[in-house]
């Protein structure tokens, strides 16, 4: 029987994000808002400033009592920030104002400090600058109802700033999906246990729950899972709900590999696609339990990771309803490729820019899918398509750069 | 009397930098560490692999017995990840071997499974590869004692994987700097609440805590003071222990400012400076606070924000030990600037890239302090040295870029 062709990796993530639904906005703190994809347009509450201000300290006056200089204005009031003043400013008068005050009725008009000379309860003026000028008008940075951020904006600390001036205290935002990691092999220690002979230190766990964070969700990772027909579902059951699940190991046709069985085993699961025409990746599953989207990485930690950047990031983008866009660029081969096979390959490679701003790219030596050393230095992955043609020094490859924190 | 000529900027900085104390590293779980900055260089505890292992499910058998083939060898034991076989492997032998499982003794070569045939305890092999082929190496990727992660560098989820698969549990990081944020201002009411007559949203509180998060610092915000001599040195005593103090607001030459002066008045206060030859910002006061370094930003938004920008992050970048890099490019300017006078200017611009890939400037038509929607839009800061001549379009300046998450 001919072996059915591999799945390639366009329609690998064209099935994840068809079928996984998006969650619905959560409206959150602006406190806890930093970072966060506004989910809506926000409009202001309030206009900003509310009322005219002065923007210096000084005295509000009528500028038409300062246009004949030197004066002599009598000071009735004043108004401080957050303390307005009661009176109006009449012909002949002054209100003491500070930075930020609002403007007293009548004066449309602020003199400097350093430009009075003040005795008793009057001031003398030497100088006074245009009707206007140094009053921060009311609405003049926004107004009430004027859109101040877009849907879909990442919230910077200034953004912040400018929706808690508007009166805004909550803020509608795309879901952080909750995601739930389940690491399985026989061989697994945890972080902090010695390995015996044959074991290994869990790396998995670490690197996705970080990457899900620096992806916008939120990891629950679940610990270790014995090669053990059943152990999933059991751990599962055990652990609440989550808006996607993320395995890995366990996913290769090895007799110890009981993830896809325990899949195509449980009754309310549902395999959507096992194995895709990619290298690193190839026994990638993508699989539906009891409703939830669930997908099956390599365990081999280069495999896993770059599964984690291409599906497991397209899925919790498709979650909170985000356009994905990845930092795709292109740069000049420092050493030549062979020609590609019938898998889609993602090398790891070091990027570098020369002396005429042209990107170089510097692929790792060897690229074993358990090479750990290599990809964390790397900083990116050169894509090669089925069948590309070998390529030499100097020719032009299309790179996905890493995303920070990645 | 001549007034004492402002500080310059970069003597702002010094003063800073001169008499901050760099805290010590700090050891943290490395399910913490992620962008985490690290403090010295790790090696590696463990080699990786620790031993030879398979990189294929197949058999593992001695090369020398599939010379000639096709060959029938007999299958004595099992070699799983985590479960190494115990036998070794004799003339005639072979080992079931899975992907991950430890290399049994006298073997040097895997067979893949996809290319015998099993009948019973015995297999017959069509294809034989190299000895060597599909075995990773012991140490093949790094070998205790290597180093891994050099000092100084931000951890990416990679590196924790790395350092996990290395057995180390532990990472020496740069310290986040515990930093108290104190806004002042009657005119202040906190978010959530519907600002009466002359009032204001606190929203630099929210703004400081992002950007010091996004600095590397750890933020605790104290609320809002109110513009009351004493209220400071009352409010920090109930507070713990910070290793920087970042107060708004109160800083200016007002009746109404009071962290001026409970900074002159306190004894255990000492001003380093105040006052400082920059727009905005030029009230920005650096003191020690019964040994704590202490930063009193101006109260206008845009002046808080840009005073972080430049004062606060250099600050928590000297208490961590970490030289401070700001992404500072060429612009070419698309409106005119006038010229200079005495203060450094920072000025708020929009970034944008032409089609031949020149950065373009875009000043903010109005440069108020307190205009927060347009600081909120802008890419970064025009630097303008004190006296700069006028500027036509095209020309170019030189512009800070504002930090992820700034």
Chains 1, 2 share one sequence.
Not at 158 to 182: C, F, H, K, M, Q
Request: hydrophobic content about 45%; proline content about 6%; overall charge negative.
């Amino acid at each position: 029987m001919a072996a059915k062709p591999l799945l390639p990796v366009s329609d690998a993530l064209d099935a994840i994000k068809t079928s996984i639904t998006t969650l619905p906005a959560e409206r959150i703190a602006i406190s806890k808002a930093h970072r966060r994809y506004t989910a809506d347009i926000h409009k202001a509450r309030l206009s900003h400033p509310a009322s005219d201000v002065s923007a210096m300290d000084g005295y509000a006056v009528r500028s038409e009592d300062v246009v004949d200089l030197p004066t002599n204005l009598k000071v009735i009031d004043e108004s401080a920030a957050g303390k307005p003043a009661t009176a109006a400013v009449q012909q002949g008068q002054a209100i003491r104002i500070f930075t930020g005050a609002v403007m007293p009725k009548g004066a449309d008009c602020i003199i400097l400090q350093e430009d009075t000379i003040k005795q008793n309860s009057h001031i003398t003026i030497a100088e006074a600058s245009d009707a206007g000028k140094f009053i921060r008008k009311a609405g003049q940075d926004f107004k009430a109802g004027d859109v101040l951020i877009p849907a879909g904006k990442q919230l910077t600390a200034r953004d912040i700033a400018l929706l808690a001036s508007a009166g805004i205290d909550e803020v509608l935002t795309l879901p952080a999906p909750r995601v739930a990691i389940v690491n399985s092999g026989d061989e697994l220690v945890e972080i902090g246990i010695t390995p015996a002979h044959g074991q290994l230190v869990n790396s998995n766990g670490a690197m996705l729950a970080a990457m899900i964070t620096a992806f916008g969700g939120e990891a629950v990772d679940l610990g270790s899972l014995p090669d053990k027909s059943g152990a999933l579902e059991h751990l599962l059951h055990a652990n609440g709900a989550f808006d996607l699940i993320v395995t890995t190991g366990g996913a290769s046709v090895g007799e110890h590999d009981h993830i896809i069985g325990d899949l195509q085993n449980h009754p309310q699961s549902k395999v959507n696609f096992w194995r895709i025409a990619m290298r690193p990746g190839k026994p990638l599953i993508f699989a539906d339990w009891d409703g939830v989207p669930l997908l099956g990485l390599p365990g081999n930690p280069v495999s896993t990771g770059v599964c984690a950047l291409l599906f497991v990031q397209a899925a919790i983008a498709k979650l909170q309803g985000r356009h994905l866009q990845h930092d795709i660029c292109s740069a000049r081969l420092a050493t030549p490729l062979p020609e590609n096979d019938k898998r889609e390959d993602y090398i790891r490679t070091n990027l570098s820019v020369c002396d005429d701003r042209v990107l170089i790219a510097t692929p790792a030596e060897k690229q074993d899918s358990a090479m750990l050393s290599f990809f964390a230095k790397a900083g990116g992955l050169i894509i090669r398509p089925p069948f590309a043609k070998a390529l030499g020094i100097g020719e032009e490859v299309q790179v996905i750069r890493f995303p920070t924190g990645f």
